[in-house]
């Protein structure tokens, strides 16, 4: 079975996960999702992006803060908040990105320098993992 589709966009590469993809805020899972995007452009890492129904959204805030750049667009921001640590605007989406980034809106964003992502099993703990 092929888990992962790539296509360039632009100066973007979006890869198409169908494989479980986990994040993680200082052992809290934010998120799960089986239909996880991968964006990666050149100088940057590469960058997870999740449906927003698949976030656990009680651990966000959204900011008053956003980020704006031509080749993407307009970012809503949102900090995160779990077992007594913070991390402010960690979190990102757009809501009507660029054309070379149209797949992304919808989808959640985490910094990956924030967060553990795990990609390609269930979430550590799970059920499976101890049977």
Partial sequence: MDTIKERKSGPFAIEKI??????Y???DIIATTDHALLVRE???EPVYYIPRDRVEMA???ESDAHASTPDKGEARLWSVSAM???A???VWSYDHPTEPLRAVAGYMAF???QFRIEAGGPPRGAMSDRI
Avoid at 18 to 23: E, L, S
């Fill in 88 to 90: 402010p605007d960690a």
């Fill in 42 to 44: 050149d100088g940057a």
């Fill in 18 to 23: 169908d494989a479980p993809v986990t994040v």
């Fill in 59 to 61: 651990f966000l805030v």
């Fill in 84 to 86: 007594n640590r913070a």
């Fill in 25 to 27: 805020f200082h052992d």
């Fill in 111 to 113: 910094d990956p320098a």
